[in-house]
């Protein structure tokens, strides 16, 4: 599989952990030309995790390059999560992260001195006969993490590697212990790289939204909330609101700074809209089309027509209802195993 890069020019995305670590092990193995490269950004104990990196670098005996991306991811990132919540929206701060710095502003620096950048996703690319690169899922269902890619561009894809899409999780961790890595890398990271010992909302707490009203569809007030940054669509626990069977929340309305909650059933819905919809494809299939829909990284893709939005994003409608559809996380659209495109949830 990596035999294609035997004397290229690598640079691998490394964080420590056992995935990045075992991809820069295997591109040694495959005989590639392979240095490492981390990003300091906002991570709580960044000291620590350079240190951890460095000590993996050393055992590969590899070059460490180490890039201060903080006051851009701050600013593209952080901001746009904090926007997000305060705008009555649950964001993807990993899916913008990968677009707009890991594969965006890290890519650009890995190219002015190498061919590839490589990092530990559990995702695959394949060539189409057009020339075009065609983004795949994981082979492992459990791990794969094509969804989170789901903003990369056909320049960004032409110049990566993910040398653990064809493998399981399993076979990663047992071929970092083959290599001598166990107790270099560290635990799993979290799935957001910024929080630590911190819920989401005590990390926007300074944003300063107010208490407001938790009110029914129906517009009863029933209750009062801390903040819409506290809730998210479906989410049932912490509203203190007793009653003979749940209630969930169902919608957000930031400009009324008012929380809206229902009954289970009011979470269903068959249709959705996506804005910002980028085709990593290459260009947009021809719409409408059947294609299988994620809705949230967990959400198991379900058959849905996407069709062509009059304002320039798309509108999909399930065969079959969804729970839960949540504005500001995003619907990537598949068709069999390769990932087309995505756009944010309006």
Known sequence: MLDCLKNKAVTVAMSGGVDSSTTAALLLESGARVRGIYMALAQPDLEHQIRRVQGVAAALNIPLEVVDLQAPFAQQVLGYFKTSYAGGRTPNPCVICNRRIKFGLLL??????????????????????????????????????????????????????????GQSKTQTREQAAAK???????????????LKDQSVAQFLDDLGIK???????????????QGIHHYTVGQRRGLGIPDATPYYVVRLEADQNTVVVGKEDELWQKTLRVTGVNWSSGTAPLLPREL???????????????????????????????????????AVFYQDDELLGGGEIL
Do not use: W
């Open 108 to 165: 650009d620096r890995v190219l002015e001195t190498c061919e590839y950048m490589a990092t530990g996703h559990y995702a695959r690319l394949a060539k189409a006969p057009d020339g075009r690169v065609r983004l795949l899922t994981g082979l492992d269902p459990k791990k794969d993490q094509s969804y989170f890619l789901n903003q990369l561009t056909q320049a960004q894809l032409a110049r990566l590697c993910f040398p653990l899409g």
């Open 180 to 194: 001598g890595l166990t107790g270099l890398h560290g635990a799993e990271s979290q799935d957001v790289c910024f």
């Open 211 to 225: 208490p407001g009203p938790i009110v029914t569809s129906a517009g009863r007030e029933i209750g009062r909330h």
């Open 292 to 330: 299988l829909v994620k809705i949230r990284y967990r959400h198991a893709a379900t058959p849905a027509l996407v069709s062509a939005d009059p304002a320039g994003g798309c509108q999909v409608v399930f065969g079959e209802p969804q729970r839960a559809v949540t504005p500001g996380q995003f």
